[in-house]
Nanobody, 115 residues
Framework: VQLQASGGGLAQAGGSLRLSCLAS????????MGWYRQAPGKQRELVAT???????YYADSVKGRFAVFRDNAKSTVYLQMNRLKPEDTAVYYC??????????WGKGAQVTVSS
């Protein structure tokens, strides 16, 4: 299983970034996909998830600003991040959960938001 995240970088407060996570080695259409983040000195936290039925869930801190969506034909999940804030600065990780409950993580993508 491989999860390859891309799209991180530097943005100004109020700006936007889009993260992508390309998955391989899994039955992408059957899996729940999620984005998590970890800021320096903090625990990793859930940002957003999208199920195989495209049901989405968002952390309160990103509701109304971030959107998670998936392209099953490309085995890719995206995280569109709008109205970014400095507190969104973190390493963002992609995770997949199989129908049997196994979890796989990708390498992180750094997102830095300047004020």
């Amino acid at each position: 299983v491989q999860l390859q995240a891309s799209g991180g970088g530097l943005a100004q407060a109020g700006g936007s970034l889009r993260l992508s996570c390309l998955a391989s080695g899994i039955i992408f259409t059957a899996n729940t996909m999620g984005w998590y983040r970890q800021a320096p000195g903090k625990q990793r936290e859930l940002v957003a998830t999208i199920s195989s039925a495209r049901v989405t869930y968002y952390a309160d801190s990103v509701k109304g600003r971030f959107a998670v969506f998936r392209d099953n034909a490309k085995s890719t999940v995206y995280l569109q991040m709008n109205r970014l804030k400095p507190e969104d600065t973190a390493v963002y990780y992609c995770k997949t959960t199989t129908i049997t409950g196994e979890n796989y993580w990708g390498k992180g993508a750094q997102v830095t938001v300047s004020s």
